[in-house]
């Protein structure tokens, strides 16, 4: 079992960039693939970039793509999102999640889904001002 603790979040203008941190417990955090998803007000929770547990691989929302970047560092247990050109649409609670069913053969798409993560973080706040 993990547990996750995300930090990094909070109040930047748009254009603006912050870096989220999700800390893992445990030994085994490099079998993990991992996962930020996020959730506004009134919304569904969506996809927004995942890593596989070696780091060789990563997957992001379309609407992302250029403006996030998801990495890791398995010797710190650590995974990071970083945001770059924040808009105000990005304002949403962000969640970390692992998962060790996920594996490097798993099908791109296994890796875009809430039900395929076991372990969740507390979400950390990004609010992005006009």
């Known amino acids: 079992q993990v547990q996750l603790v995300e930090s990094g979040g909070g109040s930047v203008q748009a254009g603006g960039s912050l870096r989220l941190s999700c800390a893992a417990s445990?030994?085994?955090?490099?079998?993990?693939?991992m996962t930020w998803f996020r959730q506004a007000p009134g919304k569904e929770r969506e996809f927004v970039a995942a890593?596989?547990?070696?780091?060789?691989?990563?997957y992001y929302a379309d609407s992302m793509k250029g403006r996030f970047t998801i990495s890791r560092d398995n010797a710190k247990n650590t995974v990071y999102l970083q945001m770059n050109s924040l808009k105000p649409d990005d304002t949403a609670v962000y969640y970390c999640?692992?998962?060790?069913?996920?594996?490097?053969?798993?099908?791109?798409?296994?890796?875009?889904?809430?039900?395929?993560?076991?372990?969740w973080g507390q979400g950390t706040q990004v609010t992005v001002s006009s």
């Open positions: 999640a692992a998962s060790n069913r996920l594996t490097d053969y798993s099908r791109s798409y296994a890796y875009t889904g809430a039900q395929s993560y076991d372990y």
């Open positions: 445990g030994r085994t955090f490099s079998t993990y693939a």
């Open positions: 890593i596989t547990s070696s780091g060789g691989r990563t």
